[in-house]
């Protein structure tokens, strides 16, 4: 490893390790509702000053650098797929604001002179940086719920732990978390109770930071924790060269046996990850932006509706960019959280149908909001009577979740959040039947508009053609049939439009063909069957994974085909950037 000079600025010359891959430079402040992206103008290396450049047309952008300085998250892409995340955050970092035009600005920054952050009472924080591991284990829910995460930083006070995005419904700020497990590279482990004091989203790629103060320490666990914190600022001055009487790893940060075979695991999936298109990353994007919505809400009390409207026009301009593209990417949504899954498949889907039946029709942007924020009491729900929406519910439980239309409407009175009529419309009505069997408020026949046809009609096949609560999901044609046979709950002739839009084997599904390939349908033609494929899997050979698009005149190649499959059922996995 080559060591810097030591005159360097060592916070300077990890945020340069970090500038020479694919990175993106967040500004956050605890009272807005969203970070700005901004790039780096300047960076010296020995007397640490930074300059960042960020483009604002709002008019509170001083709001920004709060009552201490400037926040922000650095996020670094590495590896040859640039798909191994690395990440640096400063907070209250000193900075002067000036104004170039109309939107741009420059914030001319003063890097501390140490990565080593002071705390209350003399405490120091570490942060966890160039390639620094350990994991982490919150158990939110005694014996129900575990959430896994990675240590950012690390203190005799608490930590930081970085989390998946779909993870952080289940949690909240002042919890208390009866178990906080953190386990180093060399298999060595520390626990303690906790208690989370912060909670926001974490830069651009699904995650979020959760602060937690340790708990309740004994005076064993306290001078364990004393040597981790010790042995981690080791290896930290040892990773930055501040101290050139370092030479050597600390041995906390030596990969054992268990954990080598965890990173071989985790390469590999990655190596996976790199495959997605521009449009897929777009789609996931939109299941991100929805989830930091949702926490916005529950911890800050405020309805980010700058966020929620985004992520609509987003779903529109990728519906018209390349509809069958588009339809292509939603699937790749099915190992998302299921209200997450299903909100934006949906009004992916309404936006779709909507637009082709009238591009100019003046209700979509409202419709497909209303489509995006109908399933969000579900997470607003979660508590130690329903610790999470993955478990196969017992009958209290699914009462609790039938109260997740009130939920929300609550909620967003609280917020003070009026929605329009129309999407008020498909909160509240998204599920009402026809024939007055389903809720809220058992609404029939004419009480019911035509937008509300619509959806219901993609928001039932959608959850029929899903795994539920441990009801397998149905083939697409299983799925129209149970529709039809519904008798008078929904729209018939709105299901004759979905099955002549969509085909019996639709695009995004999992074919089977009779020589033992699985393959994602790309495309259909206009008879509605599977014009292009991209093969994964052949049976005969499970273990290993295949990427191959077939266009119909090459079909004959992997046999007739059979019929539409479950993905859980032959191990196919969906990857998460």
Request: proline fraction near 6%; charge should be negative; hydrophobic fraction near 40%.
């Amino acid at each position: 490893m080559a060591v810097p000079a030591l005159y360097e600025n060592p916070s300077a010359n990890v945020i340069r390790s970090l500038l020479q891959h694919a990175h993106e430079l967040s500004v956050y402040a605890k009272d807005m509702p969203y970070p700005l992206k901004a790039e780096v103008a300047e960076l010296d290396l020995s007397t640490g000053r930074l300059v960042l450049e960020v483009e604002y047309a709002g008019s509170d952008i001083e709001r920004y650098l709060g009552r201490g300085g400037l926040s922000f998250d650095l996020e670094a892409l590495k590896g040859p797929q640039a798909i191994e995340r690395e990440t640096y955050s400063l907070s209250n970092v000193a900075a002067k604001l000036i104004k170039i035009d109309s939107t741009l600005y420059r914030l001319e920054c003063q890097l501390p002179e140490s990565v080593f952050i002071p705390e209350n009472r003399g405490a120091v924080r570490i942060p966890f940086i160039l390639g620094m591991q350990a994991r982490v284990s919150l158990e939110v829910y005694l014996h129900e719920l575990n959430v896994p995460g990675r240590l950012r930083n690390l203190s005799v006070g608490g930590c930081m732990v970085d989390i998946d995005l779909s993870e952080s419904i289940a949690i909240s700020v002042n919890q208390d978390i009866p178990g906080v497990t953190l386990e180093f590279p060399n298999g060595e482990s520390f626990f303690a109770e906790g208690k989370v004091r912060h909670i926001r989203p974490f830069g651009n790629h699904g995650y979020a930071a959760v602060g937690v103060q340790f708990i309740n320490l004994s005076t064993s666990q306290t001078e364990s924790l004393f040597r981790y914190v010790n042995e981690s600022e080791r290896e930290a001055a040892y990773r930055t060269g501040s101290n050139d009487k370092l030479t050597y790893h600390s041995p906390l940060f030596i990969p054992g046996a268990k954990e080598k075979k965890i990173l071989q695991r985790e390469a590999q999936e990655r190596e996976k990850r790199a495959r997605q298109s521009p449009m897929e990353r777009g789609v996931m994007d939109v299941a991100h932006q929805l989830q930091v919505g949702l926490m916005y809400m529950k911890n800050r009390n405020l309805f980010p509706g700058e966020i929620f409207y985004d992520c609509v026009d987003t779903l529109r301009y990728l519906v018209e960019q390349d509809r069958k593209a588009f339809l292509y990417a939603l699937a790749f949504l099915r190992d998302e959280p299921d209200w997450v899954r299903h909100a934006v498949q949906v009004a992916g889907q309404l936006a779709h149908v909507m637009l082709t039946r009238d591009p100019h029709d003046p209700q979509v942007r409202e419709a497909v909001l209303g489509a995006l924020l109908h399933t969000m009491g579900k997470p607003l729900l979660i508590s130690a009577q329903l610790p999470s929406l993955k478990v196969n519910m017992n009958p209290a439980q699914k009462t609790i979740l039938r109260g997740h239309v009130t939920v929300l409407r609550d909620k967003l009175r609280e917020l003070g959040w009026e929605p329009s009529p129309t999407c008020c419309d498909v909160i509240e009505n998204a599920n009402e039947h026809l024939d007055g069997s389903g809720y809220p408020a058992g609404k029939r026949g004419e009480q019911l508009s035509e937008l509300i046809r619509l959806f219901a009609v993609i928001k039932a096949i959608d959850k029929l053609m899903h795994e539920r609560n441990g009801v397998p999901p149905r083939t697409p044609l299983d799925a129209y049939r149970r529709i039809h046979e519904a008798d008078t709950a929904y729209d018939k002739t709105v299901l004759v439009e979905y099955i002549q839009v969509y085909g019996l084997y639709p695009i995004g599904s999992l074919a089977k063909f009779s020589g033992g390939f699985l393959a994602w349908v790309m495309d259909i033609d206009g008879k509605g069957m599977p014009s292009q494929v991209h093969v994964v899997k052949n049976l005969r050979f499970p273990d290993t994974n295949i990427s191959s698009v077939l266009t119909k005149g090459d079909f004959s190649q992997i046999g007739k085909l059979e019929d539409i499959v479950n993905p859980v059922d032959y191990g196919v996995k969906v990857i998460k950037v």
